[in-house]
């Protein structure tokens, strides 16, 4: 069995896997059959209790005792489909996550025994989750732990996945005096706690749905890819894992012209269980035997390129590290909103070829910032996340948790 942590993944061993999500309350599970682009091809691809069955994929009451759960006959899933996305929310209308851990287990079908669990981290306002991807990768299936929550409900992620949110029809039979026109056709099953509020003048305008995190992973064999916040990329080039040296540069600027400021870069790595094994920072430049090195303490901020580069040695890394967190801080104590221009970026360092860019667009007024994570996948690769997670912290001492939680 294997303990999931957000990103990872796991090759199936078994063609029919059952994905239930236990929690201190009852949850309702649902699934999602995506093609390519990340969308539904219909509103009969999103299987939930009120329309249990769709083409491979099968919803599974657990009748308030046992959790509710997801079948995917992965023999069965009908070309296209790329993906299936299962999701979780509380079967409490408007209850949100707060104080809730949720578990999602992945089964084999047919013995029922257990083949990974995933325990997204800590988690507070969201009310809906995406929890676990079945996804097809070069003609295999395997599964990902994703972790990520939406703050607007089931009507959030259905929204974003492009199933259609319809207003539940009035209770009163009565038909409308006269018509203009034939009725039209009944509208798919509709899970009533995803129904659009009723709105007394015009029709809402479309719900901006979250940066997407689990749908559109991309590789490099496009060449160099440029990241939003929560997007990942997978370090893969011609279908092969990238394991050779690169560099993770991180530049930042004053936002008010002849202010020095003076951030530190640095690097934490994490275990399988997000167990912290060792911090990379301007007083420490190596660690993990010399798999990860730091060029050393930049005071002012000035300058074009790159303040501060950790090179990390990807064929060296230890079996053990399975996770890096890449984060600023500011130890003299200036916040985040006085800095200008900050973003990372991977490079070869063989060629000093970009390979991924992520700009930090946004500031709060925190002093410390986790930019982006790398973790290694259980086929060997190495995918990159860009976060943009601000933090109250000025040193790397204090990130050590909240980025284990964001793994």
């Given amino acids: 069995m294997t303990a999931m942590t957000p990103g990872s993944n796991i090759p199936l061993s078994a063609a029919r896997v059952a994905v239930d999500v236990s929690a201190p309350v009852r949850l309702d599970v649902s699934g999602l059959l995506l093609t390519v682009d990340g969308k539904v091809r219909s509103d009969d691809d999103f299987i939930f209790y009120n329309q249990p069955a769709g083409p491979g994929v099968t919803y599974r009451s657990g009748g308030g005792t046992a959790p509710d759960a997801i079948l995917v006959d992965t023999t069965a899933v009908p070309p296209g489909i790329e993906k299936i996305v299962i999701?979780?929310?509380?079967?409490?209308?408007?209850?949100?996550?707060?104080?809730?851990?949720?578990?999602?287990?992945?089964?084999?079908?047919d013995d029922?025994?257990?083949?990974?669990?995933?325990?997204?981290?800590?988690?507070?306002?969201?009310?809906?989750?995406?929890?676990?991807?079945?996804?097809?990768r070069n003609g295999a299936w395997k599964a990902r732990a994703v972790g990520q929550g939406?703050?607007?409900g089931l009507a959030g992620i259905a929204t974003d996945f492009g199933v259609s949110v319809e207003e539940e029809p009035a209770a009163a039979p009565a038909p409308a005096p006269v018509p203009a026109a034939p009725p039209m056709p009944a509208a798919p099953p509709v899970?009533?706690?995803?129904?659009?509020?009723?709105?007394?003048?015009?029709?809402?305008?479309?719900?901006?749905?979250?940066?997407?995190?689990?749908?559109?992973?991309?590789?490099?064999?496009?060449?160099?890819?440029?990241?939003?916040?929560?997007?990942?990329?997978?370090l893969v080039k011609a279908g092969r894992p990238l394991l050779s040296r690169v560099k993770m540069g991180l530049g930042w600027e004053p936002a008010f012209r002849g202010k020095d400021i003076d951030l530190d870069a640095s690097v934490i790595a994490y275990g399988p269980n997000r167990n912290h094994l060792d911090s990379c920072y301007f007083g420490k430049l190596s660690i993990l035997n010399g798999a990860i090195k730091h060029s050393g303490d930049n005071l002012t901020g000035e300058g074009a390129g790159d303040d501060e580069v950790i090179v990390v040695d990807l064929g060296r890394i230890p079996a053990e590290a399975t996770g890096l967190v890449f984060t600023v801080n500011s130890f003299t104590g200036q916040k985040f909103?006085?800095?200008?221009?900050?973003?990372?970026?991977?490079?070869?360092?063989?060629?000093?070829?970009?390979?991924?860019?992520f700009d930090l667009t946004g500031a709060e007024p925190q002093t410390g910032v986790m930019m982006a994570k790398l973790i290694k996948q259980f086929s060997g690769e190495w995918e990159m996340t860009a976060m943009g997670d601000f933090v109250k912290s000025r040193t790397v001492r204090g990130m050590v948790k909240p980025a284990a939680q964001a793994l």
Avoid: H, W
């Avoid at 929310?89 to 104080?99: K, L, N, T, V, Y």
């Avoid at 009723?198 to 160099?224: E, F, Q």
């Avoid at 909103?337 to 860019?357: G, I, P, S």
């Fill in 337 to 357: 909103t006085e800095v200008a221009k900050a973003y990372c970026r991977l490079v070869d360092a063989t060629t000093d070829e970009e390979l991924v860019r």
């Fill in 191 to 234: 899970d009533p706690r995803i129904a659009a509020p009723p709105v007394p003048a015009a029709p809402p305008a479309p719900a901006t749905p979250p940066a997407p995190a689990a749908s559109g992973r991309i590789n490099l064999d496009k060449g160099r890819v440029s990241l939003q916040k929560n997007q990942t990329v997978s």
């Fill in 150 to 152: 939406y703050a607007n």
């Fill in 112 to 136: 029922g025994s257990v083949l990974a669990t995933f325990t997204p981290p800590r988690l507070g306002t969201e009310t809906a989750l995406v929890v676990i991807e079945v996804y097809l």
């Fill in 87 to 109: 999701t979780a929310s509380p079967d409490e209308a408007g209850r949100s996550f707060q104080g809730i851990e949720p578990t999602a287990t992945v089964r084999n079908a």
